[in-house]
């Protein structure tokens, strides 16, 4: 998918637009299936290229699913996820119709039902995890706080007893950054894209 990515389009000897990599292919089969006004595709297209890449790692494609379900949270009408695979094998088959073969189709096909199986599991979900953990934050009292700041660092030492040889600052910058991690948890449901970028870099 990576080379299939690749930037710059071809033309043809009527000068139009042949779509030469996967996005501009999806995004060409999309329109022609009928598929044009359905813009969540974006959403999944956006990241397809991390969860192919991260298909061999169970847990990394589960993170990817998770940041896809969350931004998909905030889309506001109808996703029917079979829509998208038979989008993506069009395409595949249009970029490789000379390598595409019956094992091609089965790997891909293997992918992707792994891939809606997830994001199905998570549908919906979100919405009522981030109003559930808004309410909790709202609800803490300074005691509350202080003991859920102390917390993190006894759990995170328990699991991670090296940490402790680079978390030697006071008391008050571990508290702040005690706080900045409950932030990045409730913006991690608002502005997931953003949050991944800024926990990445």
Avoid at 4 to 22: D, L, Q
Avoid at 78 to 92: D, H, Q, W, Y
Avoid at 106 to 127: T, Y
Wanted: overall charge neutral; glycine content about 4%.
């Amino acid at each position: 998918v990576k080379a299939a990515r690749a930037s710059g389009e071809a033309k043809n000897s009527n000068n139009m637009k042949v779509p030469t990599t996967f996005n501009e292919m999806f995004m060409f089969n999309g329109a022609v299936m009928g598929f044009g006004q359905s813009t969540w595709m974006n959403i999944i297209l956006d990241q397809f290229d991390d969860i192919v890449m991260n298909v061999a790692n169970s847990y990394r494609l589960q993170e990817e699913c998770d940041v896809c379900s969350l931004v998909m949270a905030k889309y506001r009408g109808t996703i029917n996820l079979g829509e998208f695979k038979a989008v993506m094998l069009a395409s595949l088959r249009s970029l490789v119709p000379k390598d595409w073969d019956g094992e091609h189709e089965i790997a891909w096909g293997w992918l992707w039902e792994n891939v809606e199986r997830m994001l199905k599991n998570l549908m919906g979900k979100p919405q009522v995890q981030e109003k559930a953990l808004e309410r909790l934050i709202m609800s803490l009292t300074e005691d509350a706080v202080n003991y859920l700041r102390r917390e993190v660092y006894k759990r995170f030492f328990a699991l991670a007893p090296a940490g402790q040889d680079y978390f030697k600052q006071s008391t008050t910058r571990l508290y702040w950054i005690a706080d900045k991690i409950v932030e990045m948890t409730i913006e991690m449901y608002r502005e997931p894209r953003k949050m991944v970028e800024d926990i990445s870099a």
